[in-house]
Every structure is written in structure tokens, then in C-alpha cells.
């Protein structure tokens, strides 16, 4: 998932990717796929891009998750709810 407040905020101060990139010692293809959610960001990587943006971390922080895994992860917990009825049905009629 984009990473949508930092990406607007570091536009907003006209900061470049390579900066950023610069700044935490990383390629400007790194830091792009931080940003295109592709690479997690770190905790550390959240406090220093802010420091250097000079705002506070939940002015540019989005979870790490996206809405892909949220939703991957309701279509497993339904999945496993199904399996254990099956299960909880088996064990009654055992």
C-alpha cells in the first residue's frame, strides 16, 4: 500500500526521493519501494523521515498493512471458522 501521507508531505516540501534516500543511506530505488509499500518501512526509518521532514511520525506514518492483507487476512479467518465448525461437528457426532 502507498504510503500516501508521507508521499504528499515530502512533495508539500518539495524533497525529493533521492533525498530521503540520501539521508538514510539507502539507493533512491529502495526508498521507492518503502514508499510504494513494496518494503516495509521500518520504526527507525519512520523517525528519521519525519526528523528530516521535520514533522511529527503519525504525520506521515501508514501502517505497514495494506488493504491486500486485510482483506487476505478476513478471507483466512473465515476459512479457519469454517474448518473448526467442520471440526466441532465431527467431534459431536464421534
Known amino acids: 500500500m502507498k504510503k500516501q501521507k508521507l508521499i504528499n508531505i515530502r512533495k508539500g516540501k518539495k524533497i525529493s526521493q533521492t533525498d530521503i534516500a540520501t539521508y538514510l543511506k539507502i539507493s533512491q530505488t529502495q526508498y521507492q519501494k518503502r514508499e510504494s509499500g513494496k518494503i516495509i518501512i521500518s ?48 467431534l459431536l457426532l464421534g
Open 43 to 90: 520504526n527507525e526509518e519512520w523517525k528519521r523521515i519525519a526528523q528530516l521532514l521535520e514533522v511529527e511520525v503519525d504525520e506521515i506514518y501508514d501502517s505497514n498493512y495494506g488493504q491486500a492483507n486485510e482483506k487476505s487476512l478476513k478471507e483466512e479467518l473465515l476459512l479457519l471458522r469454517e474448518k473448526i465448525k467442520i471440526l466441532e461437528e465431527k
